[in-house]
T-cell receptor
Framework: DAKTTQPTSMDCAEGRAANLPCNHSTISGNEYVYWYRQIHSQGPQYIIH???NNETNEMASLIITEDRKSSTLILPHATLRDTAVYYCIVRGGGTSYGKLTFGQGTILTVHP | NAGVTQTPKFQVLKTGQSMTLQCAQDMNHNSMYWYRQDPGMGLRLIYY???????DKGEVPNGYNVSRLNKREFSLRLESAAPSQTSVYFC????????????FGPGTRLTVT
């Protein structure tokens, strides 16, 4: 699976959009980009995933660049409860289907 | 739906003791996973089970054994605990091999002294 690079930490004001970047320059054609988050020692929570098109769900939007070498997770209106560690993960298909490789993630702190 | 449940929530062991961490899911998922998370680190996969009756090693399997007892339950056993196994252990499940979403349990906090 491709390695990802994320900033160690980011801050965001409550009510504003939080834009979390992720670089995955060695991603291959059949690898998906996933985002999970972990709120203070709880189990990780799935947020969103995508292959090459932009995706949106009730939690967030995922923007993937045309060359697929980077992506951005957008929380449109961040709240204090969005303070968490956010993990960007690239996962392939085939025999590696279940193997999520978690890096150190980005610590997002949402301020009042 | 309880989702993914894990027992116990906390455990303290002495070096050399054994124990089994239990995990169960009520979502009829085929795949189940065990991860560990050391302080300040991301999760690392210990073992996974693609379906009932099958198990495979993940990134850090040494010192652990697993049993997929049935479709619902996936247990993790430490035969002879070591201080290096002090960690938080998370169980997860997903529906099918192409499923993109893994559901995680609340974790078991294990300390080995």
């Amino acid at each position: 699976d491709a390695k990802t690079t994320q900033p160690t930490s980011m801050d965001c004001a409550e009510g504003r959009a939080a834009n979390l970047p992720c670089n995955h320059s060695t991603i291959s054609g059949n690898e998906y980009v996933y985002w999970y988050r972990q709120i203070h020692s709880q189990g990780p929570q799935y947020i969103i995933h995508g292959l090459k098109n932009n995706e949106t769900n009730e939690m967030a939007s995922l923007i993937i660049t045309e060359d697929r070498k980077s992506s951005t997770l957008i929380l449109p209106h961040a709240t204090l409860r969005d303070t968490a560690v956010y993990y960007c993960i690239v996962r392939g298909g085939g025999t590696s289907y279940g193997k999520l490789t978690f890096g150190q993630g980005t610590i997002l702190t949402v301020h009042p | 739906n309880a989702g993914v449940t894990q027992t116990p929530k906390f455990q303290v062991l002495k070096t050399g003791q054994s124990m089994t961490l239990q995990c169960a899911q009520d979502m009829n998922h085929n795949s189940m996973y065990w991860y560990r998370q050391d302080p300040g680190m991301g999760l690392r996969l210990i073992y996974y089970s693609a379906s009932e009756g099958t198990t495979d090693k993940g990134e850090v399997p040494n010192g652990y054994n697993v049993s997929r007892l049935n479709k619902r339950e996936f247990s993790l056993r430490l035969e002879s605990a070591a201080p290096s196994q002090t960690s938080v252990y998370f169980c997860a499940s997903s529906a099918e091999r192409e499923s993109y979403e893994q559901y995680f349990g609340p974790g078991t906090r294990l300390t080995v002294t």
